[in-house]
């Protein structure tokens, strides 16, 4: 299959809100969008770096944003399958990178948070990651901490009690909206002209992509960009067995717990049955059920293990595990809910090799190991 991607050359300088922050997009992303009600400043975004770094906003002292999405590490906790709060505590799924988070139209595997606003306020009081009763720690420390009360008055006007968790949250998420990478050899090939920058086998590993594949319907690439999500939540079949027996049960009682005022963020991340229910858990729609959010494909290659539980080792695992139709094994079962989208692909040796050098050509220059 031939591939109609021609992209445009074009150095995208935009302009972000009104303060007059240029920022130039790096090649092969869009324009980062930015809430009206939330417009970026230099010190806001430095205020909001501090905040992310800060391990005083956990009940151990410990533990930060960052020890889970740590910038070396390409904004992940690779090598880890799930994620290490406070005191050792695992949860239950792999965490995502922060990098072009910006971009997703909802946060979280389930999308259960509509924005990085509404995202960041959940860490702080999740018992097996930051493990806080509630904010009022990190309001006692932020309107109190010299360097805080000043960083605040200057980017909000605000000081002593007129702080609260909403300009926390507002400040984080401005210093991720510059989290962003594109700039990969997969870049420079498509939208830079530059028909070196991927070597044969990346090239033809890209028409097995948008071709046999057919992984560009979920990982999409667009004309002048590509994010490589489509934002829509899918059920592939990843671990869905662990409760497939009795899943109807178990979600009409989760269902039942949530009307009684269960906290859904603490429940997927502390049970790994709740855990596989995807975004029922968000909906409570069947049709959603074990389903989750196409993630971003960029800087794949050194974020691993992969999926929403970290259950994947390495590239040519997936790949495998796509080629046989959603199944570690060939021979395993299809889960009744699964995608319409995942048909075995029988994709050759050859193939498989060149889809995993289309991956690792998606790494941008500042997470090259
Ligand atoms: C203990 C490890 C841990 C800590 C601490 C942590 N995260 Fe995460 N983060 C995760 C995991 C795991 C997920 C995925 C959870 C899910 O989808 O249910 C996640 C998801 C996210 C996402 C969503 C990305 C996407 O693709 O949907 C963002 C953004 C994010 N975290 C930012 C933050 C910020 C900001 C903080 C600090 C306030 C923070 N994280 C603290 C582990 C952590
Ligand atoms: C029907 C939509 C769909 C199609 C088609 C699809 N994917 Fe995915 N992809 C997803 C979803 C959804 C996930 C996360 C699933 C989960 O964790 O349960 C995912 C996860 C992944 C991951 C893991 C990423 C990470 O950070 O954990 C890789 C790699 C990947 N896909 C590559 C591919 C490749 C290569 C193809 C084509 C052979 C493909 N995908 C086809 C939707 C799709």
Redesign the pocket.
């Known amino acids: 299959m031939k591939l109609k991607l021609f992209g445009v050359s074009l150095l995208a300088v935009t302009t972000l809100a009104t303060f007059g922050i240029a920022q130039a997009e790096p090649l092969g992303l869009p324009p980062v969008p930015i809430p009206a009600d939330n417009p970026q400043t230099p010190e806001k975004i430095k205020l909001g770096d501090k905040l992310f770094h800060d391990e005083r906003f956990s009940t151990t002292g410990e533990v930060s944003c960052a020890t889970c999405h740590e910038r070396e590490k390409a904004f992940t906790d690779t090598p880890l399958s799930v994620s290490v709060g406070i005191n050792n505590l695992t949860g239950t799924r ?1 965490a ?1 990178t922060v990098i072009n988070s910006a971009y997703l139209h909802s946060q979280f ?1 389930d999308g259960r948070e509509p924005d990085l606003e509404g995202q960041s306020g959940q860490p702080f009081i999740n018992p097996v990651e930051m493990g806080l009763e509630n904010y009022q720690p990190i309001l006692d420390i932020v309107r109190t901490d010299p360097e805080y009360q000043q960083q605040f008055k200057t980017v909000f006007g605000k000081s002593g009690e007129e702080i609260s968790i909403e300009e926390v949250k507002k400040a984080i998420a401005s210093f991720e909206r510059t989290i962003i990478s594109g700039d990969s050899p997969f870049d420079r090939y498509l939208y830079g002209g530059d028909k070196s920058a991927m070597d044969e086998s990346a090239i033809r590993g890209l028409e ?2 948008v071709g046999q ?3 560009v ?3 999409t690439i667009s004309q002048t960009h590509a994010l490589f999500t ?1 934002n829509r ?4 079949g ?2 869905f067995d662990l409760i497939d027996k009795d899943v109807k049960a178990m979600a009409d009682e989760f269902s039942r717990a949530k009307k009684k005022g269960l906290n859904v963020d603490i429940a997927v991340l502390g049970n790994k049955n709740i855990s596989e229910l ?1 975004r029922f858990a968000v909906t409570d729609n069947y049709q959603d059920m074990g ?7 960029r800087n ?1 290659a050194v ?1 691993s293990p ?4 970290g259950s ?1 080792d390495s ?1 040519d695992e ?2 495998e595990f ?2 046989n139709g959603g199944r570690i094994n060939e021979d395993d079962p299809i889960n009744p809910f699964q ?1 319409g ?2 048909r075995p ?1 029988n994709l050759s040796d050859q193939q498989k090799d060149d ?1 995993l050098a289309f ?1 690792q050509a998606l790494t941008s220059p500042e997470y090259q190991e």
């Open positions: 792999n995502p595997w097995v992509f594949g057919r992984c319907s979920c990982h489509d939540f899918h059920n592939l990843v671990s995807g389903s989750f959010r196409t993630p971003t494909l794949v974020t992969y999926m929403h539980d994947q590239l997936v790949i796509y080629s995608s989208g995942i692909l889809l991956m």
